[in-house]
């Protein structure tokens, strides 16, 4: 949380600073993501099931840094970033690596429990966490508008980072054909599922995920039974 902290006290205008807090507490798109990972928190939520999620958060719900990122590096490649563009882009780096090892750990996690996670529920929890980055993407941060970054190019890095998030996750599970297929026609209809009701509303992303809390096959974390 320092590299956050950084980014606020770099706005002396306290005025400022609660403005741009108030933007963030009232954005529809992250009201949505904080809502969902809420519902993960749930006693209701397996061990297994937390863990997937925490793989998905860190994987796929920080993905705008990468966004970021690369509109920083083409500032910097033709000469118009200030100083603290570079600043930006660094930090934004660090963020990104500590992002991916929490991510990594999370799946390394995985595959040390004996009760692992369904192949179904991984499909449906790395979907749910791509709708919610994409509307995030498109409604929250408008990178078309500000960052010059097309609804295509976003759909290929989500579709990038969900196949590298969904192989890792089925080697540790020990299901490894799964991951390695090549996209069907199912999976590209997925995609335009995702940017359609990104852009439209789409269903309710939290209900979908009050369902699958309450699956019977819930159980809380205990070392004799999870590992």
């Not at 529809?28 to 997937?52: C, P, T």
């Not at 958060?57 to 840094?65: A, E, P, Q, V």
């Not at 789409?202 to 809380?220: F, I, L, P």
Request: net charge negative.
């Amino acid at each position: 949380y320092e590299a956050y902290n950084s980014l606020f006290d770099k706005l002396t205008d306290t005025a400022e600073r609660e403005k741009l807090l108030k933007l963030v507490e009232g954005n529809y798109s992250v009201i949505n993501v904080r809502n969902w990972l809420k519902l993960w928190m749930r006693d209701s939520a397996s061990f297994a099931d937390q863990l997937v999620v925490s793989a998905c958060l860190h994987g796929i719900l920080f993905t705008s840094l990468d966004v970021v990122i690369n509109w920083l590096e083409e500032r910097i490649e033709k000469q118009k970033a200030q100083k603290i563009d570079k600043e930006l882009h660094d930090m934004f780096v660090n963020m990104r690596f500590e992002q991916k090892l929490m991510s990594d750990f999370a799946m390394l996690m995985i595959g040390k429990l004996i009760r692992k996670p369904t192949v179904q529920f991984v499909n449906e929890t790395i979907f749910q966490a791509a709708k919610l980055e994409l509307d995030f993407l498109l409604n929250g941060l408008h990178v078309e508008d500000y960052l010059n970054f097309s609804s295509n190019d976003l759909l290929a890095l989500l579709d990038k980072r969900t196949k590298e998030i969904k192989s890792k996750i089925f080697k540790s599970i020990e299901t490894t054909s799964l991951a390695t297929s090549n996209p069907s026609d199912a999976q590209l209809t997925a995609r335009m599922e995702i940017e359609n009701e990104a852009r439209g509303g789409g269903g309710d992303v939290n209900e979908d995920a009050t369902k699958m809390t309450s699956r019977d096959s819930y159980q809380k974390i205990t070392f004799d039974e999870d590992f």
